[in-house]
């Protein structure tokens, strides 16, 4: 069956620029979870998904940050005004539910320029 | 702030070797713990979940020590394919909140 999908796999952007990443997560999975790595570093977990609600943005890293989910399934990351420090791979993840094993997406390379 | 601790290494191990690694957390109240393997410029994959009574899946033996509150991977007998980067994860829920924390990982280079 097919998995997370994730568009664009890569974006060029000028900084102060508004990007939008997207993630369809595997079809029944009801959570719902973005992540960012940069280069040689581990995973940083940004927010997460259940159902349509995100419970906790706290991981966010600041107020340019937002993620949104409609009808329990696709997802949008959006991220405004880019620094150079946003660049990094995003990775979406969804999962039965919380606490189920996650399925992780070919991720988004995001570069600032 | 809940921490996951991994030795970066990277460990160099001959193939047909056994080698393990462990992961330790801070918050004793974790509930839900995974391996993953990260390949190079690749998304995690789950590997194994650990349960409390400790669990095999082939070459592979996971464990979990509550008390100490760490984690530990056994790879035995080596191979080539195993050379990735390993990934701990522990989950925290509680007052409608979900966590999960990935430690930086673990890098194994199986050498011929």
């Known amino acids: 069956g097919a998995g997370v999908s994730q568009s664009p796999s890569n974006k060029v952007t000028e900084k102060g620029k508004d990007v939008e990443l997207r993630c369809d997560p595997i079809?029944?999975?009801?959570?719902l979870y973005w992540y960012r790595q940069s280069l040689g570093q581990g995973l940083e977990f940004l927010i997460y998904f259940q159902g349509n609600s995100a419970p906790d943005k706290s991981g966010l890293p600041s107020d340019r940050f937002s993620a949104e989910r409609t009808g329990g399934s696709v997802s949008t990351l959006t991220i405004q005004r880019t620094q150079q420090e946003d660049s990094a791979v995003y990775l979406c993840?969804?999962?039965?539910?919380?606490?189920?094993?996650?399925?992780f997406g070919p991720g988004t390379r995001l570069t600032v320029t | 702030r809940k921490e996951v601790e991994q030795d970066p290494g990277p460990f160099n191990v001959p193939e047909g070797a056994t080698v393990a690694f462990n992961c330790t957390y801070s918050?004793?109240?974790?509930?839900?713990f995974f391996w993953y393997r990260q390949d190079c410029r690749k998304e995690p994959k789950l590997l194994m979940s650990v349960y409390s009574s400790g669990n095999e899946d082939g070459r592979f033996t996971a464990q979990l020590n509550r008390a100490s509150q760490y984690i530990s991977l056994l790879i035995r007998d080596s191979k080539l394919s195993d050379s990735a980067t390993y990934l701990c994860?522990?989950?925290?829920?509680?007052?409608?909140?979900?966590?999960?924390?990935f430690g930086k990982g673990t890098k194994l280079s199986v050498i011929p």
């Open positions: 079809s029944g999975h009801t959570a």
């Open positions: 994860v522990v989950t925290d829920s509680g007052a409608g909140s979900y966590q999960l924390t």
């Open positions: 993840a969804s999962s039965l539910g919380t606490g189920f094993e996650q399925y």
């Open positions: 918050n004793s109240a974790s509930q839900s």
